[in-house]
């Protein structure tokens, strides 16, 4: 269990020291050495709180965490390791720090969500899409819609169920970006309760 919990560790800081060399290469290609500057400031600042907030969903994978639940947060981050640019981590951790101060039963869901991906051999792409986008109570609301559907017994149900759900939320989130966060957490809602048995 340790091995694993070193090798997550290793994927967060992997990521953590991407986005710095991320940064300080967007930072080099700016001309104004002033704006540049404050840029940089900026960056590192927000680099520094990626790394201490991600620290924290390590302590309680560490202290807590059951070993689904440690594979799933592990199959996420290599995830953003392999596709950094088709998710955004930043959001991604937040909502998770707001789960795990919040409402931890349902990031405990949310990772054994992603365990199930891995151990299906599923591609998580669309789910950790869609998943990395979300916030506070749109979140709350998604990971309930799809914990019923990851129930169904039928595996080509599930799957069927589960891709028109996600590309449902994906349509309500690229409609209504300027939509207040309630609102649209009452669309993920509602958008799922035909698979709510």
Known sequence: MAGKI???????????????????????????SE???????????????????????LNYLEKEASRKERIGFHFIMEEFINRPDSYD????????????ENRLDYLVEALNQAYNLKNEGLNPVLWLGIYSRLLQ????????????????QDRNKRIKN????????RKIIDENSFKPIKYRAKLIY????EYID
């Open 137 to 152: 109570v749109e979140i709350v609301n998604f990971i309930y819609v799809t914990s019923w559907i990851f129930r169904y």
């Open 89 to 100: 981590i930043i959001n991604f951790v937040d909502s998770q720090l707001y789960l795990l």
């Open 35 to 57: 704006n540049g500057y404050k840029k940089k400031s900026g960056d590192a600042i927000e680099v520094s709180e990626l790394g201490q907030k991600l620290k924290k969903l």
């Open 162 to 169: 589960l891709v028109a759900y996600l590309e449902e939320v």
């Open 190 to 193: 509602e958008s799922g309760k």
């Open 6 to 32: 070193n090798s997550i560790n290793n994927l967060v800081n992997n990521i953590v020291s991407r986005k710095t060399a991320e940064n300080r290469r967007i930072n080099e290609d700016k001309t104004d």
